[in-house]
């Protein structure tokens, strides 16, 4: 870890935010939070997804304005109005994907905006004895800077990206799930930059969902949760399991206890599945009529898992049965005929045709079904299918021929479902399926899985909401780094699951 826990106490905090309050249209993403980061230190900062931890970030990197608290920085007040005001400051971020040019050169990368000059001409000497400096600060190679950024690995992207926070001076370092993306070996060498950092005195906020790696980086811990700072703590004065407390209040979430399910046979049969770089040796079981969850946080795998099922990546290892028989996919019209669909998280990327009606989006998927001459669509058929599943998922539209752009966010998802669902399928495979909706869209999608279940459909949850998964689920897989990590019941709590996920391996919740 960085500086000792007395230097932090006596120190004046780097930056200091008080009551900060952030409405978006009537809806607080923050309702009173409170960071103080002190000098050549690790902070950090935690929650649940919706906690307000990127709004809060970006409320002091300048992306967005508070609307009510204040802010200092080392000790004198100052108001953060746009990402250059917070440059200026010394404040900078680093994303977990690189915001890089790859066509560019390292040292284009690191200097781009901010050229070194001598009069009107670029300083290229100067660039280059800094460029040295930077790239063994941070761990690399000083023959690095020649190569375009594209040709590097992402690891080494993301110490390009760092770099280039330093050059831009960096007092305070924000680094978002920096390690979501990296190898074990990786994030060594990123704890390894973290702490040469701070050895010269930069504050380094460090968001990430996997508690327990904060115990080898971090210095002190705050604790989001709907919009607020539930608690600031030395990391040593706290566990894996009661941050994870801390995270969701300890409480108990609403199980699907009281849902009898109804099991029938083996319909996906997963046997030591491996896509290398992403998963490693899954094997686990889905019947018809049953929910299986996979929840995994951010990097975990659970997303490459479900992808590889419906054949958009080839797997490396394993094997994949369906109904008792092998079935490997390569592409997703082979799973598609045996009975799998997938419902995508990036709805609007990979889900539907904005400009399409909600017929069109409902019906595509299946054309065979509305032409009785081959090459022609029977628009009454098409209509039909189209107001039939309007109906069956209560989609609130005044016809099937609207536009799905314009449609509330839990209306487009139950129509992009509605495309899954025309020709009944064996297995269907949801990601994140009430990612974004509100919370009476997303009680009616759990209506509906719940009823495919019930008249015999495989379901296959893929969900980073801890209360969906608990909702949604007969049985609950835990992916953490690419590996099915524990198997709990519908009646665990969000508190063992989270703690499961984020990495505890001890049954007393002690340290790793």
């Known amino acids: 870890m960085s500086n000792t826990a007395a230097e932090q106490a006596t120190a004046v905090p780097r930056v200091v935010l008080t009551g900060i309050v952030k409405t978006y249209g009537g809806v607080r993403a923050i309702r009173n939070a409170d960071l103080s980061v002190a000098p050549g230190s690790v902070h950090a900062l935690v929650g649940e997804n919706g906690a307000g931890k990127s709004?809060?970030?970006?409320?002091?990197?300048?992306?967005?304005?508070?609307?009510?608290?204040?802010?200092q920085f080392n000790g004198e007040p100052v108001s953060i109005g746009s990402t250059t005001d917070a440059i200026g400051l010394g404040v900078q971020t680093v994303y977990q994907e690189?915001?890089?040019?790859?066509?560019?050169?390292?040292?284009?990368?690191?200097?781009?905006?901010?050229?070194?000059?001598?009069?009107?001409?670029?300083?290229?000497?100067?660039?280059?004895?800094?460029?040295?400096?930077?790239?063994?600060?941070?761990?690399?190679?000083?023959?690095?800077?020649?190569?375009?950024?594209?040709?590097?690995?992402?690891?080494?992207?993301?110490?390009?990206?760092?770099?280039?926070?330093?050059a831009g001076e960096a007092r305070v370092l924000i680094l978002d799930e920096p390690s979501a993306i990296l190898t074990d070996a990786e994030i060594d060498v990123l704890f390894a930059v973290i702490h040469r950092l701070t050895a010269t005195g930069v504050s380094v906020i460090y968001i990430s969902h996997r508690l327990d790696e904060l115990f080898r980086i971090a210095d002190v811990v705050t604790v989001m949760r709907d919009g607020e700072t539930i608690a600031t703590r030395p990391i040593g004065d706290l566990t894996v399991r009661e941050i994870a407390e801390l995270m969701v209040g300890g409480a108990l979430a609403e199980s699907r206890t009281d849902v009898e399910a109804t099991r029938g046979d083996v319909v996906l049969d997963l046997e030591g599945l491996t896509l290398q770089g992403f998963f490693s040796d899954v094997s686990f079981r889905v019947r018809a009529g049953?929910?299986?969850?996979?929840?995994g946080l951010i990097g975990s795998g659970a997303g490459e898992i479900a992808s590889?099922?419906?054949?958009?990546?080839?797997?490396?290892?394993?094997?994949?049965?369906?109904?008792?028989?092998?079935?490997?996919?390569?592409?997703?019209?082979?799973?598609?005929?045996?009975?799998?669909?997938?419902?995508?998280?990036?709805?609007?990327?990979?889900?539907?045709?904005?400009?399409?009606?909600?017929?069109?989006?409902?019906?595509?998927?299946?054309?065979?079904?509305?032409?009785?001459?081959?090459?022609?669509?029977?628009?009454?058929?098409?209509?039909?299918?189209?107001?039939?599943?309007?109906?069956?998922?209560?989609?609130?539209?005044?016809?099937?021929?609207?536009?799905?752009?314009?449609?509330s966010?839990?209306?487009?998802?139950?129509?992009?479902?509605?495309?899954?669902?025309?020709?009944?399928?064996?297995?269907?495979?949801?990601?994140?399926?009430?990612?974004?909706?509100?919370?009476?869209?997303?009680?009616?999608?759990?209506?509906?899985?719940?009823?495919?279940?019930?008249?015999?459909?495989?379901?296959?949850?893929?969900?980073?909401?801890?209360?969906?998964?608990?909702?949604?689920?007969?049985?609950?897989?835990?992916?953490?780094?690419?590996?099915?990590?524990?198997?709990?019941?519908?009646?665990?709590?969000?508190?063992?699951?989270?703690?499961?996920?984020?990495?505890?391996?001890?049954?007393?919740?002690?340290?790793?």
């Open 98 to 166: 690189p915001q890089l040019f790859p066509e560019l050169s390292v040292a284009e990368n690191v200097f781009v905006g901010r050229e070194l000059r001598k009069g009107v001409r670029v300083d290229w000497a100067g660039q280059a004895e800094q460029m040295s400096s930077l790239l063994e600060t941070v761990g690399l190679d000083t023959d690095i800077a020649t190569r375009t950024v594209g040709a590097l690995s992402i690891a080494q992207q993301q110490q390009v990206s760092i770099a280039k926070a330093l």
């Open 308 to 407: 590889t099922i419906y054949g958009m990546q080839r797997p490396t290892g394993g094997r994949m049965l369906i109904h008792g028989s092998p079935a490997l996919f390569h592409r997703p019209s082979s799973a598609k005929k045996r009975g799998i669909h997938l419902l995508p998280a990036n709805r609007s990327a990979q889900g539907s045709f904005s400009f399409q009606s909600i017929a069109f989006n409902i019906t595509i998927g299946e054309l065979q079904l509305l032409s009785r001459i081959r090459g022609w669509v029977e628009r009454r058929i098409e209509r039909d299918i189209a107001r039939d599943f309007i109906s069956r998922l209560s989609v609130k539209t005044p016809s099937e021929r609207q536009p799905i752009s314009a449609m």
């Open 55 to 71: 709004t809060l970030i970006k409320i002091l990197a300048g992306a967005e304005r508070a609307d009510a608290g204040s802010l």
């Open 290 to 295: 049953e929910i299986v969850g996979l929840y």
């Open 409 to 512: 966010g839990g209306n487009a998802q139950k129509v992009v479902l509605a495309r899954q669902l025309v020709n009944r399928p064996q297995l269907l495979v949801l990601v994140e399926p009430t990612q974004g909706v509100d919370v009476g869209a997303k009680e009616e999608i759990h209506r509906i899985i719940d009823d495919l279940a019930s008249e015999g459909t495989a379901v296959l949850v893929v969900t980073s909401d801890l209360g969906e998964v608990l909702r949604i689920s007969d049985r609950i897989l835990v992916v953490r780094s690419g590996e099915i990590a524990h198997e709990f019941t519908a009646d665990a709590t969000q508190v063992e699951i989270l703690a499961a996920a984020a990495g505890e391996t001890h049954e007393s919740g002690e340290n790793p």
